[in-house]
């Protein structure tokens, strides 16, 4: 399937077998409650930067469109955890893969973190909203759901509609359903939907131990 590999040479983007979602069809609700509002981001694929939640401008290193989504890879800087970040954007199935580059002292077992929200892809800059759930994927083992209590006190605090709350359970759902059907095998699940998603070279990750608890990248 072709690809665009965004160059930083070129100032333009052809994009046009993506499908453009527009709009935002979330509440912008205003609640006092301890949980925060659906994390936001952009991607600008001529400016070649990331803005995160806290709206901190990151410079990105690479963004390849897909007919079905968007990769980017870029270091992060000032995080303890990890030095380098690669995700894909998946707006079909409302999910974004994520593969963190743990720093030493900091490796994790896991294989890939699936962020579940809202994406809307453009010509030259996709959004996102996290809608809170997280997919934990071990490959070979197992799929751990997390922070569906952020989920449930988000909608009860207005700050998610009943019809997001919804989708993002539903999509969290297809979603281990599938991974299940595939051993907890990422790519051979997502290859059954027509994608194909590349990742840079890993360091080595500690071998799978199925009685560790699932630990939450922040």
């Not at 709009?23 to 600008?44: I, L, M, R």
């Not at 019809?163 to 095998?185: F, P």
């Not at 790519?187 to 360091?203: D, E, F, I, Q, V």
């Amino acid at each position: 399937m072709p690809c665009s590999q965004v160059k930083r040479p070129h100032r333009h983007i052809h994009s046009s077998h993506i499908p453009s979602v527009t709009g935002w069809p979330y509440a912008d609700a205003v609640a006092e409650s301890s949980v925060h509002p659906p994390k936001q981001e952009t991607f600008d694929l001529v400016e070649y930067t990331n803005t995160d939640p806290k709206g901190i401008v990151r410079a990105v290193e690479e963004y390849v469109v897909q007919p079905w989504g968007l990769y980017m890879a870029r270091p992060t800087p000032g995080r303890a955890q990890f030095h380098y970040l690669e995700s894909w954007l998946l707006p079909s199935l409302g999910l974004r893969a994520n593969v963190f580059h743990f720093n030493p002292g900091h490796e994790r077992e896991q294989d890939y973190y699936l962020d579940v929200g809202h994406f809307a892809a453009g010509e030259t800059r996709w959004r996102a909203e996290d809608h809170y759930i997280d997919l934990v994927v071990y490959a070979g083992d197992r799929t751990d759901l997390v922070d569906v209590d952020e989920l449930l006190e988000a909608h009860r605090a207005g700050l998610l509609t009943t019809k997001a709350a919804e989708s993002a359970l539903l999509r969290a759902v297809a979603a281990i359903e599938g991974l299940t059907r595939h051993d907890h095998d990422l790519n051979s699940w997502l290859s059954t939907h027509g994608m194909t998603l590349t990742w840079r070279a890993r360091a080595h990750r500690p071998a799978t131990n199925q009685h560790s608890p699932t630990e939450r990248v922040v």
